[in-house]
């Protein structure tokens, strides 16, 4: 694994691709306080039940602790979390950047996923629909959360993501993907700014990465801890509550088993765990840290259900990445 070196601005400032747009190194990802939310089949999609006041208290806060990123979707409990997110932000809206998401087909009254439509008429419905929730004119970062389009359908809304542009409803535009092949496609759009993608210190994504580097993409980085993994407070046989999407995880959610937490994958964090916790940092704030100091295109977007896991993931920000040196310690302890 190469860092092409990570430089660090005093405010912890980072530039979303080729938009010009500027946000915190840290954005906060809005999946979770969407509430619970399902497929048809009972598989739950979201992370349980949530506190919405709670929810507010916590976006305020990082709000107050610098944070100006927030990324949600209009799947996230079926609307309900982009509502959230409009209700917290309220009169503060100008000054953050809000990124959603498109895509998967919805219904709100069920609280159910109930397919998808990739067609360019559903993105403009879809956006409509965003926007009133998000009680806003514009999105900043309108992102495709099909992470496996068919490229050609995908260069279609790319072309529509850019009528978006010219009608002033998004400022830029993004796919949410593991593919570099797909996430090139929506590059070659002008205001194509980044792609989001997992990444996180068990899941290094170096192909992904060096797209970004060579395209001018930022890197918004999905699951950067690991779905909990890497916050410490998930151990061997913990059980979930039956609403939790990792208490019944789905073929692409690696780490968890019906049991809970993986013990291999638990016994990986132990490996991490001097190395990321050295400087003060807790478990969560070195892992967010390893991100930053893999590439400087690097956004992590952890997600939060408490004032408190607001308050320890913006408090990675006053600590910065990790150095070249803890990078190598990190791959050697991985055997990468």
Same mark, same amino acid.
């Given at each position: 694994?190469?860092?092409?070196?990570? *430089?660090?601005?005093?405010?912890?400032?980072?530039?979303?691709?080729?938009?010009?747009?500027?946000?915190?190194?840290?954005?906060?990802?809005?999946?979770?306080? &969407?509430?619970?939310? @399902?497929?048809?089949?009972?598989?739950?999609?979201? +992370?349980?039940?949530?506190?919405?006041?709670?929810?507010?208290?916590?976006?305020?806060?990082?709000?107050?602790?610098? =944070? *100006?990123?927030?990324?949600?979707?209009?799947?996230?409990?079926?609307?309900?979390?982009?509502?959230?997110?409009? !209700?917290?932000? &309220?009169?503060?809206?100008?000054?953050?950047?809000?990124?959603?998401? +498109?895509?998967?087909?919805?219904?709100?009254?069920?609280?159910?996923?109930?397919?998808?439509?990739?067609?360019?008429?559903?993105?403009? !419905?879809?956006?409509?629909?965003?926007?009133?929730?998000?009680?806003?004119?514009?999105?900043?970062?309108?992102?495709?959360?099909?992470?496996?389009?068919?490229?050609?359908?995908?260069?279609?809304? !790319?072309?529509?993501?850019?009528?978006?542009?010219?009608?002033?409803?998004?400022?830029?535009?993004?796919?949410?993907?593991?593919?570099?092949?797909?996430?090139? =496609?929506? @590059?070659?759009?002008?205001?194509?700014?980044?792609?989001?993608?997992?990444?996180? =210190?068990?899941?290094?994504?170096?192909?992904?990465?060096?797209?970004?580097?060579?395209?001018?993409? @930022?890197?918004?980085?999905?699951?950067?801890?690991?779905?909990?993994?890497?916050?410490?407070?998930?151990?061997?046989?913990?059980?979930?509550?039956? &609403?939790?999407?990792?208490?019944? #995880?789905? @073929?692409?959610?690696?780490?968890?088993?019906?049991?809970?937490?993986?013990?291999?994958?638990?016994?990986?964090?132990?490996?991490?765990?001097?190395?990321? *916790?050295?400087?003060?940092?807790?478990?969560?704030?070195?892992?967010?840290?390893?991100?930053?100091?893999?590439? #400087?295109?690097?956004? #992590?977007?952890?997600?939060?259900?408490?004032?408190?896991?607001?308050?320890?993931?913006?408090?990675?920000?006053?600590?910065?990445?990790?150095?070249?040196?803890?990078? *190598?310690?990190?791959?050697?302890?991985?055997?990468?």
């Amino acid at each position: 694994m190469e860092s092409s070196g990570s *430089t660090w601005s005093d405010d912890g400032r980072r530039t979303l691709g080729r938009s010009g747009i500027e946000v915190s190194a840290l954005g906060f990802g809005c999946w979770a306080i &969407g509430g619970e939310w @399902a497929r048809p089949d009972g598989q739950p999609l979201g +992370w349980g039940k949530v506190d919405d006041d709670e929810s507010v208290r916590a976006i305020r806060r990082a709000l107050d602790l610098g =944070v *100006t990123f927030f990324d949600t979707a209009d799947a996230y409990g079926t609307g309900h979390s982009e509502r959230v997110l409009a !209700r917290a932000l &309220g009169k503060r809206r100008a000054d953050v950047v809000v990124a959603t998401k +498109w895509g998967n087909v919805i219904d709100e009254e069920r609280r159910l996923a109930v397919g998808s439509d990739d067609s360019p008429e559903y993105a403009r !419905r879809a956006l409509t629909a965003s926007l009133r929730r998000l009680d806003t004119d514009h999105i900043d970062l309108y992102q495709l959360h099909i992470s496996d389009a068919d490229p050609e359908r995908a260069a279609q809304l !790319r072309d529509t993501c850019e009528e978006f542009v010219r009608e002033g409803l998004v400022r830029a535009y993004a796919w949410s993907t593991d593919d570099p092949e797909r996430a090139a =496609v929506f @590059a070659e759009g002008e205001h194509c700014a980044a792609v989001q993608h997992r990444l996180n =210190v068990l899941q290094d994504a170096p192909e992904m990465l060096a797209l970004c580097e060579e395209l001018g993409l @930022a890197s918004i980085n999905r699951s950067p801890l690991a779905m909990g993994l890497l916050t410490g407070r998930r151990g061997t046989g913990q059980s979930l509550e039956a &609403g939790d999407i990792r208490s019944r #995880p789905p @073929a692409w959610l690696p780490g968890f088993g019906d049991g809970g937490a993986d013990p291999e994958w638990l016994a990986r964090v132990d490996a991490l765990r001097s190395v990321l *916790t050295s400087g003060g940092r807790t478990l969560a704030q070195g892992a967010l840290a390893w991100l930053w100091a893999r590439s #400087p295109r690097t956004v #992590p977007i952890p997600g939060f259900r408490s004032v408190a896991q607001a308050e320890e993931n913006a408090g990675a920000l006053a600590q910065g990445p990790l150095t070249a040196g803890q990078l *190598t310690e990190i791959d050697d302890a991985l055997g990468r």
